[in-house]
């Protein structure tokens, strides 16, 4: 099983829907996580970090961790175009990243 | 506000040559990373380096050395370029002390062929 597992996608949804995100995780160890995005030809970013359980909100973004299930998720509402990207999934102490998750918002 | 600054941006090569990718940080990180990127393949950790004074192997450290110049800059070595190394290379940082890993800031990229 790998370390890192993310709804393969490619995901696309209309705009203004939301778009969902999974992530799991076969270690106990980790204890908070990443989501980064990154656009086609540019390097990743950080959007979002949630170190406890339950819901964490900015903006459009909500990511959720449930650390009893190894799950967490981002949700995008009101997808817009420029939220088209691939999203990468990452727990702490873990250094590498699987190929993420590519979200196409249509107009 | 440079964050993390990777040279050269482009960089072409024939198979046997060697090259150094240079990497600098400005936000006084502790850990440094050296990745590679292949379509459909995600980030794959090369090398990263800790604190300054330690480097260590990642998932792919073959064909690869680096060397951690100081605290700001982390560079990667291909000694000996072969076409399976063209893949775009990236930089990155953390603050983290106690750990490895969490939240990582990128350089934009470097992307290499060697031919």
């Known amino acids: 099983q790998k370390e890192v597992e993310q709804n393969s996608g490619p995901l696309s949804v209309p705009e203004g829907a939301i778009a969902s995100l999974n992530c799991t995780y076969s270690?106990?160890?980790?204890?908070?996580f990443f989501w980064y995005r990154q656009y086609s030809g540019k390097s990743p970013e950080l959007i979002m970090s949630?170190?406890?359980?339950g819901d964490k909100e900015d903006g459009r973004f909500t990511a959720q961790l449930n650390k009893a299930s190894q799950y967490v998720s981002l949700l995008i509402r009101d997808s817009q175009p420029s939220d088209s990207a691939t999203y990468l999934c990452?727990?702490?102490?873990?250094?590498?990243f699987g190929a993420g998750t590519t979200v196409t918002v249509r107009a | 506000n440079a964050g993390v600054t990777q040279t050269p941006k482009f960089q072409v090569l024939k198979t046997g040559q060697s090259m150094t990718l240079q990497c600098a940080q400005d936000?006084?990180?502790?850990?440094m990373y050296w990745y590679r990127q292949d379509p459909g393949m995600g980030l794959r950790l090369i090398y990263y380096?800790?604190?300054?004074?330690?480097?260590d192997k990642g998932e792919v450290p073959n064909g690869y050395n680096v060397s951690r110049l100081n605290k700001r800059e982390f560079s990667l070595r291909l000694e000996s370029a072969a076409p399976s190394q063209t893949s775009v290379y990236f930089c990155?940082?953390?603050?983290?002390?106690?750990?490895?890993?969490?939240?990582?800031?990128f350089g934009e990229g470097s992307r290499l062929t060697v031919l």
């Open positions: 990155a940082s953390s603050e983290n002390l106690q750990r490895v890993g969490g939240e990582l800031f």
């Open positions: 270690d106990r160890v980790s204890q908070s």
């Open positions: 949630i170190y406890s359980n």
């Open positions: 990452a727990p702490d102490y873990k250094l590498s």
């Open positions: 936000m006084n990180h502790n850990s």
């Open positions: 380096s800790a604190s300054e004074g330690t480097t």
